[in-house]
């Protein structure tokens, strides 16, 4: 793990990240930085503790422990920094079966108020934590961190230390791709063996232990730890917590022959994930699948979690399949209407659907102000321009000279097609069908909050019909990098440039800096800051906002200013 600092200097080198330092200067900091500095407390609890699915009255609580055969763990829920005032302890057993993780759900306390607690095994206590529960009534100001995309082999996890040290973030709302499953030859190899970060286990991951391990690894980075000590999370997966582009019976980057049973490696992926995340365990008889959430911060917003994965999807479109007999826009249109366009084609199951028509209408019938979604990923219509031409005239980039990439994107941009076919522009109807769900139940004031492209957008949504929706927020990824960075700086600031000309309803988009979204929401204004680090390669790194967006309330619908 990477705490290669006594107390003394790591604290040195946190403070000289450039980061906001409000974590790391207050007295539960410092308790903090003993705790990860102290040896035998980083022995047992080597991964650190969270907290998340936060209620009005609870929340629930998250470590694990590193012992051999069963231990019975402590935990203490107190109102103060040195635990003088303990409102609530208890024990729970841990063993192999679970991973040795702990879980523990807490009840029965006050809504909108910030709790400490920490766990102790014998006499070596963990890291506090700090979390808060929801709050109720009226409500002045809600900030949240929108993160998505950690991988491990591409850089430290900064941007989680950058949402740590935010006094103004309340909760963090991470939208999948938490954890990537490749092996150490697999996307991200070299950058790994330059900065050391090689993925664990060394293959691609496919049983329960290889998920558990995996899951180990990653909540070993300290920006990882700092975060989830620090905030609640409402966290929610894309595809990577089990394999790139998984549908209902089956994934892109799954092979039967050599891999196994798709439900069995699928159901061990979400085994692990309810193992090691601060998520609620599933109700006795449900699916774990089905991973949806319904938040209600006060009178001021709601917020609603999709599931576009597990339950619902249809298999995705590949262009190969396709992109040679798509010749003239009278073929474009057919493949687009008929193909893609298929009503068939869902992305949403029907139990997700009557949830998120159920949430709507009760964030609407308790007249909160705004309307949140947590959706893994992009929704807003993309299509690619005419990158043939435009980036010799844009970049003076040759197209001899480009990533084979760019060959694909020069027949996109040609005839005018989606970007991407995993993300809702492969799903249109589906998209449509979203949308009239959420008309019918009187909302089209969405703040659609999305991860998975590793880029940042600031997007307006529109139906078929040219109706107002909402907005998009997309936030860029906390390691992984932009698909259009192989064109260099200039070429990629390009393709974001032209991106953004050819699509109405992309306002700005950005592919080449990590970091996160921070929304702040009161009862007049919403603010999105796009906050960017400016490294991942050690943990010597700063912080600044790349751009600020307002989103402002106009007939009934919300537009960015």
């Known amino acids: 793990m990477d705490l290669p600092y006594p107390r003394r200097e790591f604290l040195k080198a946190a403070l000289n990240t450039g980061a906001a330092s409000s974590l790391l200067l207050t007295v539960w900091g410092g308790k903090v930085l003993a705790a990860l500095a102290d040896p035998e407390s980083n022995r047992v609890f080597a991964h650190g503790v969270a907290s998340g699915d936060p209620t009005s009255d609870g929340f629930l609580l998250w470590t694990r422990v590193s012992v051999t055969g069963s231990a019975s763990v402590d935990w203490e829920v107190a109102s103060d920094t040195d635990f003088a005032e303990i409102l609530q302890r208890g024990s729970i057993e841990t063993n192999a079966a679970i991973d040795h993780t702990v879980k523990v759900v807490v009840a029965d306390l006050q809504p909108g108020q910030t709790y400490f607690y920490r766990f102790r095994l014998g006499g070596i206590f963990s890291e506090p934590g700090r979390t808060r529960t929801l709050p109720a009534g009226p409500l002045a100001q809600l900030g949240i961190a929108v993160a998505s995309c950690s991988n491990y082999p591409f850089g430290f996890f900064n941007a989680y230390e950058a949402i740590a040290n935010d006094a103004e973030i309340d909760f963090v709302l991470h939208l999948g791709d938490y954890l990537y ?12 063996a330059e900065i050391g970060r090689a993925h664990s286990p060394a293959h691609e991951i496919v049983t329960l232990e290889d998920y558990r391990k995996r899951h180990a690894q990653y909540k070993t980075d300290m920006g990882s730890r700092l975060m989830h000590a620090a905030h609640p999370v409402i966290s929610t997966w894309d595809d990577h917590e089990s394999t790139n582009n998984p549908w209902l019976d089956g994934a892109q980057n799954h092979q039967p022959e050599t891999e196994g049973d798709w439900r069995a490696r699928r159901n061990a992926a979400l085994q692990a994930y309810f193992e090691w995340m601060p998520v609620r365990e599933p109700v006795p008889g449900s699916n774990r699948a089905e991973l949806w959430r319904h938040f209600s911060f006060g009178n001021l917003a709601s917020l609603t979690t999709l599931e576009t994965r597990h339950t619902g999807r249809s298999l995705q479109i590949d262009y190969s399949d396709h992109l040679d007999a798509i010749e003239g826009d009278a073929n474009r249109d057919r493949f687009l209407q008929d193909i893609l366009g298929d009503p068939s084609r869902t992305m949403l199951s029907s139990d997700m659907e009557a949830f998120l028509s159920s949430s709507l209408e009760t964030s609407l019938r308790e007249s909160k102000t705004w309307r949140l979604i947590g959706n893994q990923i992009p929704i807003a219509r993309t299509h690619v321009p005419d990158v043939a031409n435009r980036l010799e005239q844009e970049a003076g980039l040759r197209n001899d000279s480009l990533p084979d990439s760019h060959r694909l994107f020069s027949q996109l941009g040609q005839l005018n097609l989606p970007l991407y076919l995993d993300t809702w522009d492969g799903y249109p109807a589906a ?37 107002r929706m909402g907005v998009e927020l997309g936030t860029a990824g906390i390691t992984s990098p932009g698909d259009f960075e192989n064109y260099g700086p200039e070429g990629a600031a390009a393709f974001d440039r032209l991106v953004a000309e050819h699509n109405q309803e992309v306002i700005w988009t950005d592919c080449t800096h990590r970091g996160f979204v921070k929304l702040v929401l009161t009862a007049d204004s919403a603010k999105a800051d796009y906050i960017v680090v400016d490294n991942v390669k050690s943990r010597q790194y700063g912080s600044s906002i790349l751009r600020s967006v307002d989103i402002v309330k106009r007939g009934g619908s919300l537009v960015l200013s």
């Not at 499953?181 to 790994?192: F, K, L, S």
């Not at 959420?438 to 307006?460: K, M, P, Q, R």
């Open 431 to 467: 998209r449509e069908q979203f949308y009239q769900q959420c008309s019918a139940a009187g909302a089209s004031d969405l703040i659609v909050l999305t991860g998975d492209s590793h880029a940042f957008w600031a997007n307006e949504l529109f139906n078929e019909s040219g109706k």
């Open 181 to 192: 499953e490749y092996g150490v030859d697999g996307w991200g190899a070299a950058e790994a």
